[in-house]
Nanobody, 124 residues
């Protein structure tokens, strides 16, 4: 069992930056791949970024590539999402999720555990 808690969301102007954090607790978190997803009002939850259990590989949605960076610190049981050059279309609730068995999965169905989400609002 893994528990995930996101933080770091807020209101920022377009072009600004935020760093989201995902704090994990539970057994063997360092063996889980982790993904960030987001869900805007009226839209489906969509993949943003993922990182393998050891941080050796990462994957990004095309819409955030070059602007967002995912990283992790297994010693602290933390995963981060650095978001730069934010755009109004990045506005959404952001979720982190843990996947024990897959790779850099982009489907919500592959993830076993989810946090409660943190709101990111980008004003124009």
């Amino acid at each position: 069992q893994v528990q995930l808690v996101e933080s770091g969301g807020g209101l920022v102007q377009a072009g600004g930056s935020l760093r989201l954090s995902c704090a994990a607790s539970g057994r063997a978190f360092s063996t889980y791949n982790v993904g960030w997803f987001r869900q805007a009002p009226g839209k489906e939850r969509e993949f943003v970024a993922a990182i393998t259990w050891n941080g050796g590989s990462t994957s990004y949605a095309d819409s955030v590539k070059g602007r967002f960076t995912i990283s992790r610190d297994n010693g602290k049981e933390m995963v981060y999402l650095q978001m730069n050059s934010l755009k109004p279309e990045d506005t959404a609730v952001y979720y982190c999720a843990a996947d024990q068995w897959g790779g850099l999965d982009t489907s919500t169905h592959e993830y076993d555990y989810w946090g409660q989400g943190t709101q990111v609002t980008v004003s124009s």
